[in-house]
């Protein structure tokens, strides 16, 4: 059940930080900074293994959302921000993190917290839908035979 918490919190309108037709944005509930959203597509995707090349145009929607909160943030001068998904995520439904890089945060406990965000366990956005756009004459490619 806990796998499936983002897909609960998702439909939750007190959780929510903007949301349109095609995607949701929330705080992260146990955010490792300052700064740290969530951008889950209302489609049910699994993870960034199952997009496929149609999704193209939602990984950068969902990037778009993910700059607009940055945009929309009180320190989005001061502080850096990186948008991108965990390789192999701990929660059910894709979902985009965007996040500052201050770390500010007593949910940041763990090297693992640390590492998810600061290695190549952590996928950048636009690198995604980029590759993603790049190999859009193979359709049956996967991105997640695209990316590993």
């Not at 499936?4 to 349109?20: E, F, H, N, R, S």
């Not at 965990?86 to 406990?109: E, G």
Request: proline share 5%.
């Amino acid at each position: 059940m806990w796998k499936q918490g983002l897909i609960y919190a998702m439909q939750d309108p007190t959780c929510q930080v903007y949301k349109d037709d095609t995607v949701v944005a929330m705080k992260d509930k146990y955010p490792k900074a300052r700064f740290h959203w969530l951008v889950l597509p209302w489609e049910p995707i699994p993870s960034i293994k199952a997009v496929r090349r149609d999704h193209l145009n939602l990984l950068k929607h969902m990037n778009d959302v993910g700059e607009k909160l940055v945009q929309e943030s009180l320190d989005s001068k001061a502080l850096k921000f990186r948008l991108g998904y965990h390789a192999i995520p701990s929660m059910s439904h894709l979902h985009l993190h965007v996040i500052s890089q201050d770390f500010d945060s007593p949910s940041l406990k763990t090297k693992k917290h640390w590492n998810s965000f600061n290695t190549d366990y952590f996928l950048e956005s636009q690198d995604k839908y980029q590759k993603q756009n790049a190999d859009a004459g193979n359709e049956r490619k996967t991105v997640s035979a695209i990316y590993t």
